[in-house]
Protein backbone atom coordinates (compact mmCIF):
# COMPACT_ATOMS: atom_id res chain seq x y z
CA UNK A 1 0.00 0.00 0.00
CA UNK A 2 1.51 3.61 -0.95
CA UNK A 3 1.98 5.86 1.84
CA UNK A 4 -1.22 8.00 2.58
CA UNK A 5 -2.19 10.26 5.59
CA UNK A 6 -4.96 10.40 7.62
CA UNK A 7 -6.87 12.59 5.20
CA UNK A 8 -6.75 10.16 2.46
CA UNK A 9 -7.29 6.43 4.96
CA UNK A 10 -10.40 8.15 5.50
CA UNK A 11 -11.47 8.79 1.60
CA UNK A 12 -10.20 5.36 0.76
CA UNK A 13 -12.51 3.72 3.21
CA UNK A 14 -15.53 5.84 2.17
CA UNK A 15 -15.28 5.04 -0.85
CA UNK A 16 -14.41 1.31 -0.14
CA UNK A 17 -17.63 1.32 1.92
CA UNK A 18 -19.73 2.75 -0.58
CA UNK A 19 -18.90 0.50 -3.26
CA UNK A 20 -19.40 -2.63 -0.79
CA UNK A 21 -22.99 -0.99 0.67
CA UNK A 22 -24.22 -1.01 -3.27
CA UNK A 23 -22.55 -4.42 -3.95
CA UNK A 24 -23.73 -5.96 -0.99
CA UNK A 25 -27.80 -4.40 -1.27
CA UNK A 26 -27.22 -5.64 -5.11
CA UNK A 27 -26.21 -9.19 -3.59
CA UNK A 28 -23.22 -9.26 -6.10
CA UNK A 29 -20.81 -8.99 -3.72
CA UNK A 30 -18.30 -11.89 -4.96
CA UNK A 31 -18.77 -11.08 -8.27
CA UNK A 32 -17.53 -7.62 -7.47
CA UNK A 33 -14.49 -8.97 -5.55
CA UNK A 34 -13.68 -10.77 -8.22
CA UNK A 35 -13.99 -7.46 -10.84
CA UNK A 36 -11.71 -5.43 -8.48
CA UNK A 37 -9.32 -7.92 -8.16
CA UNK A 38 -8.67 -8.03 -12.05
CA UNK A 39 -8.65 -3.96 -12.06
CA UNK A 40 -5.94 -4.33 -9.64
CA UNK A 41 -4.05 -7.49 -11.33
CA UNK A 42 -3.91 -5.04 -14.62
CA UNK A 43 -2.83 -1.91 -12.35
CA UNK A 44 0.08 -4.40 -10.89
CA UNK A 45 1.02 -5.91 -14.32
CA UNK A 46 0.83 -3.16 -16.75
CA UNK A 47 3.34 -0.08 -15.38
CA UNK A 48 1.91 2.00 -18.06
CA UNK A 49 -1.40 1.89 -17.19
CA UNK A 50 -0.76 2.55 -13.49
CA UNK A 51 1.72 5.40 -14.60
CA UNK A 52 -1.63 6.78 -16.53
CA UNK A 53 -3.98 6.12 -13.77
CA UNK A 54 -1.81 8.58 -11.05
CA UNK A 55 -0.10 11.22 -13.12
CA UNK A 56 -2.57 14.20 -12.26
CA UNK A 57 -1.68 16.08 -15.43
CA UNK A 58 -3.99 13.07 -17.64
CA UNK A 59 -7.22 14.63 -18.20
CA UNK A 60 -9.71 13.08 -15.93
CA UNK A 61 -11.87 12.61 -19.96
CA UNK A 62 -8.23 10.87 -21.01
CA UNK A 63 -8.81 8.51 -17.71
CA UNK A 64 -12.63 7.34 -17.93
CA UNK A 65 -11.15 6.54 -21.88
CA UNK A 66 -9.06 4.26 -20.22
CA UNK A 67 -11.15 2.47 -18.05
CA UNK A 68 -14.13 2.20 -20.64
CA UNK A 69 -11.59 0.49 -22.48
CA UNK A 70 -10.69 -1.69 -19.79
CA UNK A 71 -13.91 -2.47 -18.80
CA UNK A 72 -14.92 -3.45 -22.21
CA UNK A 73 -11.69 -5.77 -22.63
CA UNK A 74 -12.26 -7.71 -19.28
CA UNK A 75 -16.58 -6.87 -19.46
CA UNK A 76 -17.08 -5.04 -16.11
CA UNK A 77 -20.50 -5.04 -13.81
CA UNK A 78 -22.47 -1.30 -14.90
CA UNK A 79 -22.09 -1.23 -11.00
CA UNK A 80 -18.08 -1.25 -11.17
CA UNK A 81 -17.71 0.97 -14.16
CA UNK A 82 -19.64 3.51 -12.80
CA UNK A 83 -17.99 3.59 -9.39
CA UNK A 84 -14.85 4.03 -11.06
CA UNK A 85 -16.28 6.63 -13.11
CA UNK A 86 -16.73 8.20 -9.58
CA UNK A 87 -13.71 7.89 -8.47
CA UNK A 88 -12.12 9.41 -11.62
CA UNK A 89 -13.85 12.70 -11.39
CA UNK A 90 -13.21 13.01 -7.89
CA UNK A 91 -10.15 12.71 -8.34
CA UNK A 92 -9.85 9.65 -6.24
CA UNK A 93 -8.56 6.98 -8.86
CA UNK A 94 -4.88 7.45 -7.39
CA UNK A 95 -6.57 5.69 -4.45
CA UNK A 96 -7.88 3.09 -6.49
CA UNK A 97 -5.46 -0.10 -5.34
CA UNK A 98 -6.15 0.70 -1.58
CA UNK A 99 -9.65 1.29 -2.26
CA UNK A 100 -9.31 -2.34 -3.77
CA UNK A 101 -7.79 -3.58 -0.59
CA UNK A 102 -10.23 -1.91 1.91
CA UNK A 103 -13.38 -3.52 -0.23
CA UNK A 104 -11.42 -7.03 -0.01
CA UNK A 105 -10.66 -6.58 4.20
CA UNK A 106 -14.56 -5.81 4.63
CA UNK A 107 -15.59 -8.72 2.18
CA UNK A 108 -13.31 -11.29 4.20
CA UNK A 109 -14.28 -10.03 7.33
CA UNK A 110 -18.09 -10.34 6.48
CA UNK A 111 -17.04 -13.89 5.45
CA UNK A 112 -15.44 -14.39 8.84
CA UNK A 113 -11.78 -14.45 7.19
CA UNK A 114 -8.76 -12.53 8.27
CA UNK A 115 -6.57 -11.22 5.64
CA UNK A 116 -2.93 -11.61 4.65
CA UNK A 117 -0.38 -9.52 2.75
CA UNK A 118 1.81 -11.43 1.31
CA UNK A 119 4.53 -9.49 -0.71
CA UNK A 120 6.98 -11.22 -3.04
CA UNK A 121 9.39 -10.13 -5.45
CA UNK A 122 7.48 -12.48 -8.23
CA UNK A 123 4.08 -14.07 -8.73
CA UNK A 124 3.12 -17.09 -7.21
CA UNK A 125 1.65 -20.19 -7.92
CA UNK A 126 -1.94 -21.09 -6.70
CA UNK A 127 -0.08 -24.16 -4.86
CA UNK A 128 2.15 -21.47 -2.94
CA UNK A 129 -0.61 -19.36 -1.74
CA UNK A 130 -2.56 -22.52 -0.56
CA UNK A 131 0.46 -23.52 1.30
CA UNK A 132 1.21 -20.07 2.61
CA UNK A 133 -3.00 -20.08 3.44
CA UNK A 134 -2.60 -23.58 4.97
CA UNK A 135 0.42 -22.31 7.46
CA UNK A 136 -1.12 -19.12 8.38
CA UNK A 137 -4.59 -21.14 9.24
CA UNK A 138 -2.31 -23.51 11.13
CA UNK A 139 -0.30 -20.58 13.11
CA UNK A 140 -3.38 -18.06 13.76
CA UNK A 141 -6.41 -20.53 13.86
CA UNK A 142 -8.40 -18.95 10.97
CA UNK A 143 -9.26 -19.78 7.34
CA UNK A 144 -7.49 -16.49 5.30
CA UNK A 145 -8.23 -13.87 2.73
CA UNK A 146 -4.58 -13.49 0.39
CA UNK A 147 -3.96 -10.58 -0.88
CA UNK A 148 -1.08 -10.67 -3.15
CA UNK A 149 1.32 -7.72 -3.85
CA UNK A 150 4.28 -8.10 -6.25
CA UNK A 151 7.43 -6.03 -5.64
CA UNK A 152 10.20 -6.93 -7.20
CA UNK A 153 12.45 -4.82 -5.12
CA UNK A 154 12.05 -7.06 -2.46
CA UNK A 155 14.70 -9.56 -4.77
CA UNK A 156 13.22 -12.32 -3.55
CA UNK A 157 11.82 -14.79 -0.02
CA UNK A 158 8.33 -13.05 1.42
CA UNK A 159 6.90 -10.21 3.44
CA UNK A 160 3.69 -11.81 5.03
CA UNK A 161 1.51 -9.15 7.59
CA UNK A 162 -1.65 -10.06 8.61
CA UNK A 163 -2.72 -6.97 11.00
CA UNK A 164 -0.10 -5.41 13.09
CA UNK A 165 2.08 -8.60 12.29
CA UNK A 166 5.09 -9.08 10.24
CA UNK A 167 7.02 -11.58 8.58
CA UNK A 168 9.82 -10.93 6.80
CA UNK A 169 12.12 -13.08 5.11
CA UNK A 170 12.62 -11.08 1.79
CA UNK A 171 16.72 -10.79 0.90
CA UNK A 172 15.87 -6.64 0.86
CA UNK A 173 15.64 -7.13 4.69
CA UNK A 174 18.36 -10.08 5.10
CA UNK A 175 20.40 -7.18 2.97
CA UNK A 176 19.01 -4.70 5.36
CA UNK A 177 19.88 -6.47 8.57
CA UNK A 178 23.32 -7.15 7.31
CA UNK A 179 24.25 -3.79 6.59
CA UNK A 180 23.22 -2.94 10.13
CA UNK A 181 25.63 -5.57 11.58
CA UNK A 182 28.58 -4.18 9.47
CA UNK A 183 27.80 -0.80 10.62
CA UNK A 184 28.04 -1.94 14.21
CA UNK A 185 30.96 -3.53 13.67
CA UNK A 186 33.06 -0.56 12.07
Aim: proline letters at 1%.
Amino acid sequence: MSKVNTYQIAAVDRYANALFQLAKEAKVLDSVSNELVRIKEILQEDQEVLSVIMNPSISKSNKIKLFDTIAEKIELSKLVSNFIGVIIKKNRVNYLLEIVGTFENLLASLKGERVATVSSAYALTDAQLADISSKLKDKFNADFNIQLNIEPELIGGLKIQVGSQMIDSSIKNQLQLLKEKMKEVA
